[in-house]
Structure formats: C-alpha cells, structure tokens
C-alpha cells in the first residue's frame, strides 16, 4: 500500500564531469557576499579551491572563508558560522566538501538569524524555522550521506557527547548541488567505502518497515543492486568514472526523500551510530557497518518475510530447499561477505568504544519506533556488546 504524503523537492542539481561549469550560472541568483564553507583542506590539495575561487571571482563576488569543518561538525563550530554569517551579511554559504560540510551550512542557515538558542529550538525540540534563512548552494566532493539533496543537517554538541539529527524544511535544502564523480576521485579508500555503506543503510533503514506492497521497496531494492555492484567495481578500480558516478547518484537518490515516501522507516542503526560518533568521533560509515549485522540479526525474527525478500531479490539466495529463515539468514551473510570485501569496520571496538561508553552510547540512543522491533535499552547494551568483538 502506498500511504498519503505530500512530495516536493526543491534542490536543482547539475551532474556529470562538467558539472561546475554551472556554478557561474547559478551564482547569478544571489548577492555579493559569498561565505565559502569546506573542510581541513582536501579542496587546496586536490586544486577544486582554486577553481572555485576562480569562478567567485570572475562573478565579482566578496569571499568569506569558513574553514576547518570537521567530520561530525560540532556545535561551537555551528555558533562561530553564524557569528561569521551574521557580521558580514551572508547573501550565500557556498559549502564545498562531503556531507559535513553540507550539514553544517545547513544549520548556519537556519541558525544565524534564530532569536532564541538554535540548537535547543530546532535540533533539541524541533521546531519549525520561523526566522529569515541564509540560501545554501553545495559542490559535493564525496557520495554518501545525501545531504546535497535534502534537510539534514546532523551536528555535535562535544559537550554532552550528543548527536543530533535534524531534518530541516523545504526551504533549508541546498538551492542547488553540484555533482562531479571526478572530484570523489582523491578520496581515501576508506572514506570511500564509508560513503558506500552510509548509502547502503540509508537504503536499508527505509527497506525494513512495513510488510505491505509498497512501490518504495522496488526502487531501493534496484538502487541497491546497483550499489552492490559499483561499490565492488569502485574497490578494485577507484578511477572507474562509469562506478563512481553509479555511487554519487545512489547516494542522491537513497536519501533525497523519494523512496521514504508513503512508508514507515526505521533509522535504529543511524541512532546506534550517531550515538558512537558522539563518543568517539567515529566516522560516520563505519559507526554504521559494526552495528548493522548485529541489529539485523536481532530484529530478524520480527521481521522474516521482508528479510527473506531482501535474501533472494537483492542477493540472489536460492529459496530451494530451504526453510524461510535459512533463506533470511543466508542473505545477512551475504552482505557480511561483501561488507568484509569491502574492508568496512565490523566491530565497535576498532571505532575506540570501550565498554565503560556502553551505557552513555545506549542512553544517547534516540529510540524510534518505525522498525520491526522498539528497543529497550538493555537491547542496545547488548548490541554494543555483540559488536564488541
Ligand atoms: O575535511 P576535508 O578536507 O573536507 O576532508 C574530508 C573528511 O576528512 C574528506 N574528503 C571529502 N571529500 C574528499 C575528501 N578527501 C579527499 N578527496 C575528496 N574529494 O573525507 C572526510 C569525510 O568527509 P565528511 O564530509 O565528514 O563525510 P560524509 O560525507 O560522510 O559526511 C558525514 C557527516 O554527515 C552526516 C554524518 O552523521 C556525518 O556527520 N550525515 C548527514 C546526513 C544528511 N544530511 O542527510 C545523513 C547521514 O546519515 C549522516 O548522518
Ligand atoms: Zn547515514
């Protein structure tokens, strides 16, 4: 069954290997003041600033820097945007980068001209954005989190070990994204992986609810076939335009809000993980791979029809002669096959957890209720020990 909703998506994208040359173009849209948002310096490296610079200032904009925007973007640093934002009259945040710096621009956005204090109005509580929004454009440098072409905006408060989600309104979501799979090319390998298994259980988290026919589940189960095969490809051969490019628009398409439509979702495993990045500052991929299998496992008994479905339409187990649950278990270890292959993180102890966070990571947990099972607390205890491995 598809449930009622209301659908509307309001970023434009430009995609493929010319893809800044829209950049210009798009510029003309805005004012003067121009706040350039990137990360620790990949961007001078790989020569993507310069071509930027080049084409803000051909355009005859005024730059402000804000640099240094750190995976897992901290709330100090969110507070010390809006101050940058504010002083110079930001007509434009401009965030070029992963999926951090893209959060990150999204809640210097939403934040700088809050009257109250922003992260207990809109992450804590969250409200609607009632005050004057700062318009956000992205030029993506890896593919994963989807950040390009939605509302969220995940940030940190290092204080309280806390991380939070939030999904911001239509009018948050970046004006416009720039995809170019040429520039994921100088990503660390494991980076790279991370980002596949980020789009992976971005996929998954949206899979494994409901039971009913729903045409969402059609769709993500293609996307992740093309995913599954890419990412293999992508391993081998990290230059593999025709692979690369698969991945940045899986990436978009996992989590651009589309396939979430007129369905429950889950995001357990996104809790989990948040919850170990707010502890160890994990990256975010990984925190995802060490919890996945586990909390699969656990859940799979509520669950089993999907999970045999998952088993032969995404990873082609033979249902001959096997009982429903042989069938299901079979397509977890299928996956733990290719997460192994693709050399992802599996267990909660290489991320830097040790026990005595178990209880903080379980009490950080934002318990959802759109999966197959509502978790207690011991149960995340006791998946944190099951990845403890
Ligand atoms: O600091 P820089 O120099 O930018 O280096 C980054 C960073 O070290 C590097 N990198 C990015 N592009 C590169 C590159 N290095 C070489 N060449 C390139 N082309 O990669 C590292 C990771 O970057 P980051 O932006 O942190 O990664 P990602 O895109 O995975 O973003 C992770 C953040 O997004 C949040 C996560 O929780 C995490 O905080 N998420 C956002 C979501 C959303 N907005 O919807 C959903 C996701 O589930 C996720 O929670
Ligand atoms: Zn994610």
Redesign the pocket.
């Known amino acids: 069954m598809q449930g009622s909703f209301s659908y509307y998506n309001p970023t434009r994208l430009h995609f493929g290997e010319d893809a800044l040359a829209s950049l210009k173009e798009e510029l003309g849209n805005f004012g003067e003041n121009v706040m350039l948002v990137?990360?620790?310096?990949?961007?001078k490296q790989?020569g993507i600033y310069d071509q930027i610079i080049a084409i803000l200032k051909d355009c005859g904009k005024r730059i402000f820097e804000d640099s240094g925007?750190?995976?897992?973007?901290t709330l100090d640093k969110v507070r010390e945007g809006c101050r940058l934002a504010k002083a110079n009259a930001i007509d434009l945040i401009l965030a070029v980068?992963?999926?951090?710096?893209?959060?990150y621009a999204k809640a210097v956005s939403a934040s700088t001209y809050c009257e109250e204090d922003p992260w207990e109005k809109y992450f804590l509580k969250g409200e609607a954005v009632a005050n004057r929004i700062i318009p956000i454009g992205c030029v993506l440098?890896?593919a994963?989190?989807?950040?390009e072409m939605?509302g969220?905006?995940?940030i940190t408060d290092s204080k309280t070990h806390l991380?939070v989600?939030r999904v911001f309104e239509a009018e948050v979501f970046p004006k416009f994204s720039i995809l170019n799979p040429v520039?994921?090319f100088?990503?660390?390998k494991n980076?790279m992986v991370?980002?596949c298994f980020?789009i992976m259980s971005?996929l998954l988290e949206q899979y494994f609810s409901d039971m009913d026919d729903n045409t969402s589940d059609y769709l993500i189960e293609g996307l992740l076939r093309s995913l599954i095969h890419s990412s293999k490809v992508a391993v081998k051969d990290p230059r593999n335009y025709e692979a690369r490019s698969n991945i940045m628009w899986i990436a978009t398409w996992a989590?651009n809000t589309l396939v979430a439509k007129g369905k429950t979702t889950d995001w357990m495993v996104?809790m989990i993980g948040?919850s170990i990045?707010g502890y160890t500052d994990a990256?975010?991929?990984m925190t995802l791979a060490a919890v996945s299998l586990p909390y699969y496992r656990h859940i799979l008994p509520y669950g089993l029809a999907k999970f045999k479905r998952y088993a032969m339409n995404v990873w082609n187990v033979s249902p001959e002669g096997k009982t429903d649950e042989q069938i299901a278990q079979e397509g977890l270890a299928t996956m733990e096959a290719f997460m192994r292959e693709l050399g992802l993180v599996m267990s909660i102890k290489d991320l830097g957890v040790t026990p005595e966070m178990f209880e903080g990571i379980a009490r950080g947990t934002f318990i959802l209720k759109g999966g197959y099972k509502v978790l207690t607390h011991e149960e995340i205890i006791n998946l944190l020990k099951e990845s403890f491995v």
């Open positions: 990137y990360g620790k310096g990949s961007i790989n925007v750190m995976p897992n973007p980068g992963g999926g951090s710096c893209c959060d440098t890896m994963g989190t989807g950040s939605n969220g905006s995940v991380k989600g520039f994921t100088t990503l660390p980076q991370a980002g980020d971005h989590l996104h948040h990045s990256t975010h991929g």
